[in-house]
């Protein structure tokens, strides 16, 4: 259907509808908003017009009485005595009246001046019927007539109305994702569990009814059972059949960021299957599942794992789709420690007393937790003093704890953190029996060290990529202007030819000499006698 634009409003021009009939009149703006508060749609409102009475009254019989004037006019000719007449009926009534004979006569006079029957002239209300003008000769005429009409067994009934509806308000669909892993960091090779929690708030105006999400799972990362996904709107917990989660092969949305270990997966899940989410503004919606890393290889390095939402108020009405702004971001790590360990035993002097130094150093690429130095000290044998010292702060307070044991004491230093690139030595003294036999290579065995994990220097938060803005469109280049014309340079003046040079005189030929006739050799120039022969010229 066809519409028309003027200023603000937008009107179509429908025509005629027949009982029972209808028409759809669609409209698809494109709608650009700034904001999500409520819009006004307008009014809307419809005129209309018909043939027929709102109640549906109608009329079984009609009668009624006219209000009419009949009339002649004269008008006087050139010449006294004659008079040119004509009859004019006047429909005074509201209606129409049908008019179906006139006749007229002069006063006085049996036979009439004019006389039409079979008229059938339909006269509307406050309209007029004039005859055809007749000829009369008179001093001051004077005229009788005699109608004859009827009334037209009609009646016309018109309903006129408009209609105005309610105006509406549009809403505005619009949320903010956010995704986070509660770790930064795994370790390579080393199997690591982490926690995912997804937040969607209903930012916009509209309530969210339906939502199809799409989240990214990279590669070094096995995919969560659906038992494993929990979903809540404001600490409720929405009912299993209310979603449905898919794993799809291959992740969908990352392209640079991504793993050498395998395709990854995406989590494909549609709240809001059974029911309508009932999503309002200003709740937020949170999904959360734990996901593991059996194996991840050093190969692996910055990692991402965006996610995007196809969200709706109706089922099959508008869909506005968000995409995370900052998505979460992992690295693997390749970090080994690396020990050195030494013990051993000293003679200190005096029969049957021994120096024990343990020592443990730290080659690993961070700092480590939690270090404890072990050793034995055989039963004849007691302990009198040691010491704790330390590369990097000297001497520490360290206690020594012992224990009775069959094999003889156990002794160990709970040392603590050791920083990388650290040297820890113990050293304490023993003292046993001189008679005794002893034998030093049995008190040199070492009996160990026990540490934690490496420590990050970092504490192990969650972290986001930076957000990309879009390129700012580059400004067109200013049109150079265009060189003015440079002047015609003067045509430089032809220089003079150069005079010929005159010819070189052409060398005379020098005199040939003479050729002896008998031997054929040269002469020379001037000889009288041939120098081979003696032949006289």
Known sequence: ????????????????????????????????????????????????????????????????????????????????????????????????????????WLSGRDNPILDVSDLRQDVPPEGSWSSMEKRVEADTPSFTHEFRSSILPRVSVTSTGSIDLKEQELTVLDARLLKQYDKSRIKSFLSSDLEVTISIENTGSAPINVMRLLDDVPGVFEPPAESEVSIEIENTELNEEQYLIEVIDGIQLEERLVSPDSNGNSLRITVGRSAPLGLQPGKTMVLRYPLHAPDPSPGNGLLAAPIRADFGSEKFGPVATRAVARPPQLRVVHRRRNISTGKEVFPAGSAGRYEVLLMFINNSDSALDDLVLHDVVPGTFSIEKSTVRSSVDGNRDTKMDKESAPEGTHVEWRVGRIEQGERIEVTYEI?????????????????????????????????????????????????????????????????????????????????????CPICGSEAQIGASVCIVCSYSF
């Open 1 to 104: 259907q066809d519409y028309s634009v003027s200023e603000s409003s937008i009107s179509w021009e429908i025509g005629r509808l027949n009982v029972g009939e209808s028409k759809t009149l669609s409209l698809s703006p494109m709608v650009t908003t700034k904001g999500v508060d409520r819009i006004s749609a307008g009014v809307a409102s419809a005129n209309f017009s018909a043939e027929a009475a709102v109640s549906r009254a109608d009329f079984d019989r009609v009668s009624g009485s006219t209000l009419h004037m009949m009339r002649v006019d004269k008008v006087e000719d050139d010449r006294p005595g004659i008079w040119h007449c004509k009859s004019v009926f006047e429909n005074r009534s509201s209606f129409v009246v049908t008019l179906s004979g006139v006749t007229v």
């Open 431 to 515: 003292q046993g029996d001189p008679e005794s036999e002893y034998k030093v290579s049995d008190a040199q065995d070492f009996h160990g060290a026990t540490f934690g994990d490496e420590v990050d220097e970092e504490p192990n938060v969650p972290e986001w990529l930076e957000e990309q803005s879009p390129p700012e469109p580059e400004p067109e280049p200013e049109p150079e202007p265009e060189p003015e014309p440079e002047p015609e340079p003067e045509p430089e003046p032809e220089p003079e030819p150069e005079p010929e040079p005159e010819p070189e005189p052409e060398p005379e030929p020098e005199p040939e000499g003479e050729v």
